[in-house]
């Protein structure tokens, strides 16, 4: 079957979420920026592995990085089309330059998006899809379909069952009513983080009590940098700075490293889906 390879299903929903956003929500994302998204991931991506003889070029080997691009294009707001080649050719180096193990440690369109805050003016809109309820649920059914495939449902159900659970507290706490619960939970941004981003099983634990620990603790120090420090783009910033503990979570919960079988007439190959 031609989706059996989930990168294809999630190339052809973060292209979906793309057209919708000029569709419905008007954003101000310009086609160039998008196609330097796209060129920038694709060529950093060829010139690696022309670099290194250890990883064999083929055609699979782009699809990683246009849905890194696409995941770029969706999240990341620049001035300068510099700025979003800048994150694409950072987003795709990081997976050869910090690796361990050959296990990439930081999510390559997060990492992209760290280095362009960082280093320029661009900026993340967190709430560029508002809360619309039609919207979750299209993100919690299309999501589902990859991170089904992909079988990390327990990522993602850690990282929104604490992530709730905290805000829950927070809002008995404050005496809110349990509507402004819903609105910060009801975000299409979050929803998109927790089911294409924190699932990438490239860089994520291996094991299954590895991966819920750490998306756990993903999700305090998102809803710590979110409501104490008042920082709209916690969840990227959590996710970069926890990173590494992925490291330490394969050391003590070891388990077998990801792979996918794209069909019985081909060999098991390594599985990237990156946001």
Same mark, same amino acid.
């Given at each position: 079957?031609?989706?059996?390879?989930?990168?294809?299903?999630?190339?052809?929903?973060?292209?979906?979420?793309?057209?919708?956003?000029?569709?419905?929500?008007?954003?101000?994302?310009?086609?160039?920026?998008?196609?330097?998204?796209?060129?920038?991931?694709?060529?950093?991506?060829?010139?690696?592995?022309?670099?290194?003889?250890?990883?064999?070029?083929?055609?699979?080997?782009?699809?990683?990085?246009?849905?890194?691009?696409? %995941? *770029?294009?969706?999240?990341?707001?620049?001035?300068?089309?510099? /700025?979003? &080649?800048?994150? =694409?050719?950072? !987003?795709? $180096?990081?997976?050869?330059?910090?690796?361990?193990?050959?296990?990439?440690?930081?999510?390559?369109?997060?990492?992209?998006?760290?280095?362009?805050?960082?280093?320029?003016?661009?900026?993340?809109?967190?709430?560029?899809?508002?809360?619309?309820?039609?919207?979750?649920?299209?993100?919690?059914?299309?999501? %589902? *379909?990859?991170?089904?495939?992909?079988?990390?449902?327990?990522? /993602?159900? &850690?990282?929104? =069952?604490?992530? !709730?659970? $905290?805000?829950?507290?927070?809002?008995?706490?404050?005496?809110?009513?349990?509507?402004?619960?819903?609105?910060?939970?009801?975000?299409?941004?979050?929803?998109?983080?927790?089911?294409?981003?924190?699932?990438?099983?490239?860089?994520?634990?291996?094991?299954?009590?590895?991966?819920?620990?750490?998306?756990?603790?993903?999700?305090?120090?998102?809803?710590?940098?979110?409501?104490?420090?008042?920082?709209?783009?916690?969840?990227?910033?959590? $996710?970069?700075?926890?990173?590494?503990?992925?490291?330490?979570?394969?050391?003590?919960?070891?388990?077998?490293?990801?792979?996918?079988?794209?069909?019985?007439?081909?060999?098991?190959?390594?599985?990237?889906?990156?946001?």
């Amino acid at each position: 079957m031609a989706f059996q390879d989930a990168r294809l299903v999630q190339i052809l929903f973060l292209s979906t979420f793309l057209f919708l956003g000029f569709w419905t929500r008007d954003w101000t994302l310009r086609s160039q920026v998008i196609g330097v998204a796209i060129a920038a991931c694709l060529l950093t991506q060829f010139a690696v592995q022309r670099y290194r003889e250890d990883q064999p070029f083929t055609p699979q080997s782009f699809l990683s990085p246009l849905i890194t691009s696409l %995941g *770029l294009s969706l999240l990341l707001r620049v001035d300068h089309c510099s /700025t979003m &080649a800048l994150a =694409g050719g950072a !987003a795709i $180096l990081s997976k050869s330059v910090f690796q361990v193990g050959g296990k990439h440690v930081f999510n390559p369109a997060n990492f992209g998006i760290v280095v362009a805050l960082l280093l320029t003016g661009a900026w993340v809109s967190p709430g560029q899809w508002g809360e619309e309820g039609w919207y979750v649920v299209l993100f919690l059914a299309t999501g %589902g *379909l990859v991170v089904g495939k992909v079988g990390r449902w327990d990522t /993602t159900l &850690a990282f929104l =069952g604490m992530y !709730a659970g $905290l805000e829950a507290v927070r809002n008995v706490w404050l005496g809110w009513t349990w509507d402004v619960w819903a609105h910060r939970l009801m975000s299409g941004s979050l929803l998109m983080f927790a089911l294409f981003m924190v699932t990438d099983p490239r860089s994520i634990p291996n094991a299954r009590t590895g991966r819920i620990i750490w998306a756990g603790a993903i999700a305090l120090l998102t809803f710590i940098l979110r409501n104490y420090f008042f920082i709209p783009t916690a969840v990227f910033w959590a $996710l970069f700075a926890l990173a590494p503990l992925t490291i330490l979570l394969d050391r003590l919960f070891p388990d077998d490293r990801f792979v996918w079988k794209q069909n019985s007439q081909t060999q098991d190959s390594q599985l990237e889906v990156s946001v």
